[in-house]
């Protein structure tokens, strides 16, 4: 791929300035000739996160190639500094998920007149014609998914016809995921609000009203506590949507806080995603209903796929391109499967598979 020609000085003077970044790994590493990899990552604060990153960085390593992997914390500037970093060191392939996916354009534009390319990873960049490729899990069906938890909890599925009291949360509205989330689990409920089988009774919903900046779990804690103050005094509260394993363990914070979680007043039925370590044991506890697992080695293994593919000059493997559009382009994609995980198949869904192990969890 064509580069720009860089004097030794200012590699030397930017490499320092990367490594000095705010999440730094420890700057690039593995001595493979395939090709050189960076990889962008949002935050070390969720362990989803972590593992993305490992489960890159070890798969890349393994087949030979170069990686250097960081961390922005959440700070848009220096996701922003260390990807300009990353393009100064000469990487080839860029492997980026976006703090905020329409803040990165300027910098995706260096990238493209380095020949460099450009894989979103798992949360689609926007606003820029310089992203090259997306890798995700099918996030609309992960709506859905959460959903039809919910339902399953509430027994409609089984015949159950309410009326019942359910609350509304969802992602945060700077990552355009969260929009999919959102829709692809009205598109389940919202038949069921209509009809007067579910009553969101504080009257909150969409995406400018219940989203969930940064994704905090003390962001929704607060407003759950807010919620129960003001429109469960008096009522139960039998279900919550929440679309990440952080959230719901902060609404399910609140929800002890007045008293649920008890013989009298039975958990809520509440949904999650990432089948985060803490979420599994809360399920196990018989708290959080249900989360949505996402294996992200499978997701790294078809980032991999594609950067072989990149770098070889063959086709890049997608298998959705009608459907992502960052308002510039449909960015073609590569979307991943999905399992529905609750305390009837946590064990065989993330122990049998080597997602974890048992001894982590604590099993009543």
Excluded at 14 to 26: N, R
Aim: net charge negative; aromatic share 8%; charged share 15%.
């Amino acid at each position: 791929m064509v580069k720009r020609v860089l004097s030794l000085v200012m590699v030397v003077v930017m490499a320092s300035i990367v490594l000095s970044g705010c999440g730094d790994t420890g700057g690039s590493s593995g001595g493979g000739d395939a090709g050189f990899i960076g990889i962008s990552m949002p935050t070390q604060s969720s362990p989803r996160w972590i593992a993305d990153g490992a489960n890159l960085v070890a798969q890349l390593e393994g087949l030979g190639f170069r990686t250097i992997l960081q961390y922005g914390e959440d700070v848009v500037a220096d996701q922003i500094s260390q990807i300009e970093g990353m393009i100064v060191q000469g990487v080839d392939v860029l492997v980026i998920a976006a703090i905020d996916g329409s803040a990165l354009g300027p910098v995706l534009a260096q990238a493209a007149n380095d020949g460099i390319t450009v894989i979103a990873y798992d949360r689609l960049i926007m606003d820029s014609p310089n992203v090259s490729y997306y890798t995700t899990f099918d996030n609309f069906a992960v709506g859905a998914m959460q959903a039809n938890s919910l339902l399953i909890g509430l027994g409609i599925h089984d015949g159950a016809t309410g009326p019942f009291n359910i609350e509304l949360f969802g992602g945060s509205p700077d990552d355009n995921n969260a929009f999919f989330f959102y829709n692809g689990a009205m598109s389940v409920l919202q038949p069921l609000i209509n009809n007067g089988t579910l009553v969101v009774r504080s009257g909150q919903m969409g995406m400018d009203v219940v989203g969930t900046l940064g994704w905090a779990a003390e962001r929704a804690q607060s407003r759950m506590e807010d919620l129960l103050a003001a429109h469960y005094a008096d009522a139960r509260v039998d279900a919550v949507l929440s679309p990440y394993d952080g959230l719901s363990l902060g609404i399910i914070s609140a929800l002890r806080g007045v008293g649920y979680g008890t013989p009298g007043q039975p958990w809520p039925v509440v949904s999650g995603q990432d089948a985060t370590e803490p979420s599994v044991q809360s399920i196990i506890n018989g708290e959080q209903f249900a989360t949505v697992f996402k294996d992200t080695r499978d997701l790294a293994a078809a980032t991999v796929r594609m950067i072989q593919a990149i770098m070889a000059g063959e086709t890049v493997p997608v298998n959705n391109t009608t459907e992502y559009h960052n308002n510039v382009m449909y960015v073609p994609s590569y979307l991943l499967d999905i399992v529905h995980v609750d305390i009837n198949n946590w064990y065989e869904a993330l122990i049998l598979t080597g997602y974890y192990t048992a001894g982590m969890f604590n099993v009543p």
